[in-house]
């Protein structure tokens, strides 16, 4: 992000996006749904929040309401973020297949798809303004939905958010050729009519040429991704090539004191006596090769010396992307040795044993908030799937359900408590220069994540209770 913006890159997407409609409505969803979705799906790990937000803060948007709308809109794309990660750990977590499981999420989330533009404009403004543009969220949304079930249960789980994106900002750029609203809806404070006629103006003066080559940096970032992140095209995929890279690239120290010391317990593991699986590890890992960073992280290089910038500039840059960045960073690692201590402690096992005497008939609900409480207080779905996907697996089958529904209902449920955890917000804040209020950040958006995660449970219930055949198919279907 900030190699396009030092090169003046970043002023040619802006008016790109500008130019497809002066409304505001739109704006918001094709940046922070649409786009916001693809970073999901290429890196995660709060990368769609940073790189949205600060994109709606150049198109003219508050800082602050620009970090509340991109974290609502970074939701029901996060099970198959980075490459599908949060649905394979969850699958090895669990021992269940993947892609029934990825099938399962691609039942859930696209009723969550299709809402969210709706209620991603509705915290701007109001009903009546909503459906103003609802042939414009429909497009969208629907779209992002149709492609994210197709493709989670008919291909894979790697790509389908990127597709998704893709696909939905197509269907969006295609509709505005044709569809306008009738009356452009902007902020009070926002002269958007002389920012958009400029932004033609200026993308009529570039040329299509031009776009692409301020888009470059994001075209680079999603063919490094796809290199790095789908084993199939892996270069060091073979088991000489990655064991010999592994030894030469990667640190895995064990934390001595506490490396195998804890054990998990058998209302956890379904164990009568401990083995050595249930002993948890405590293991410092550095694999640069294998981390989707590195892709990121290269593509910046890519990007920095297709546009021209000297290595010794984009050093400086770095240096000071990385200090601007410090206090964010602080505030992460504080957040992930946070959730270390909940999972060594056994706070996580008890607050997840403790949804479990919902019973069968509510647990389908409460299974989905334990998702949700475990994004929450750890700041990745990935991690939740970790802390809580065996403890669904094992009370699914205690209480009758299928394990492959609510281990599914782990993950989405936990998409929905993205938008709150504390790693997001301080992510938020810090790329739109609102370090300091992420108190109030986390105010405006609890009661939207709580909202979404029940109607996520109600989801996950009627399938439960109503439809099990939907679930059935849909393990039946992948094996």
Not at 76 to 102: C, F, H, Q, R
């Amino acid at each position: 992000y900030d190699i396009a913006v030092t090169s003046g890159q970043f002023e040619v997407m802006k008016a790109s996006i500008a130019q497809l409609s002066a409304d505001r409505r739109i704006q918001a969803v094709l940046v922070a749904f649409s786009f916001g979705a693809f970073i999901e799906g290429a890196a995660g790990f709060g990368a769609p929040v940073a790189i949205s937000a600060a994109f709606l803060v150049g198109l003219g948007f508050r800082a602050f309401e620009a970090a509340v709308l991109c974290l609502i809109a970074n939701t029901a794309p996060v099970a198959w973020g980075a490459i599908g990660t949060p649905i394979l750990t969850l699958s090895k977590v669990t021992g269940l297949d993947v892609e029934a499981l990825s099938a399962t999420s691609g039942r859930i989330l696209p009723f969550l798809s299709l809402l969210i533009p709706f209620w991603l404009v509705r915290s701007m403004t109001d009903w009546r303004r909503t459906f103003e543009v609802w042939p414009a969220l429909a497009a969208i949304g629907g779209t992002f939905a149709t492609v994210q079930f197709a493709w989670s249960n008919f291909v894979g789980f790697e790509l389908v958010d990127i597709v998704s994106a893709i696909s939905s900002m197509i269907a969006g750029v295609t509709l505005l050729r044709f569809w306008q609203p009738r009356e452009s809806w902007r902020f009070e404070h926002d002269p958007m009519t002389r920012v958009t006629e400029s932004a033609r103006a200026e993308v009529a003066r570039l040329g299509r040429r031009d776009i692409v080559r301020a888009w470059m940096p994001f075209i680079l970032l999603t063919m490094t991704v796809l290199i790095w992140g789908i084993p199939e095209i892996k270069p060091w995929k073979t088991p000489a090539v990655k064991n010999w890279l592994d030894s030469k690239l990667s640190w895995k120290p064990e934390v001595s004191g506490i490396h195998r010391r804890v054990a998990k317990g058998a209302e956890i593991t379904g164990h009568d006596s401990i083995v050595v699986d249930d002993l948890e590890k405590a293991v410092v890992e550095i694999v640069p090769l294998s981390s989707t960073g590195t892709a990121v992280f290269v593509a910046a290089i890519l990007s920095g010396l297709f546009l021209g910038i000297s290595p010794l500039k984009m050093a400086g840059l770095f240096m000071n992307t990385v200090h601007r960045m410090l206090p964010a960073i602080g505030a992460i690692l504080s957040m992930l040795a946070l959730g270390f201590v909940t999972k060594y402690s056994g706070m996580d096992a008890v607050l997840g044993l403790a949804f479990t005497r919902t019973g069968s008939t509510l647990y389908p609900i409460f299974g989905t908030l334990l998702g949700w409480l475990g994004v929450a207080l750890t700041g990745s779905d990935t991690s939740s799937n970790v802390l809580f996907g065996n403890l669904q697996k094992i009370t699914a089958r205690k209480l009758g359900l299928d394990p492959i529904l609510m281990a599914s209902a782990n993950t989405t449920g936990g998409v929905m408590g993205k938008m709150i955890d504390a790693q997001s917000i301080v992510v938020a804040a810090a790329a739109t220069g609102e370090g300091g209020r992420e108190g109030g950040i986390l105010r405006a958006v609890l009661w939207h994540s709580l909202a979404l995660a029940l109607i996520v449970g109600v989801i996950v219930w009627v399938y439960a209770n109503l439809f099990p055949w939907a679930v059935a198919v849909a393990t039946i279907s992948h094996g």
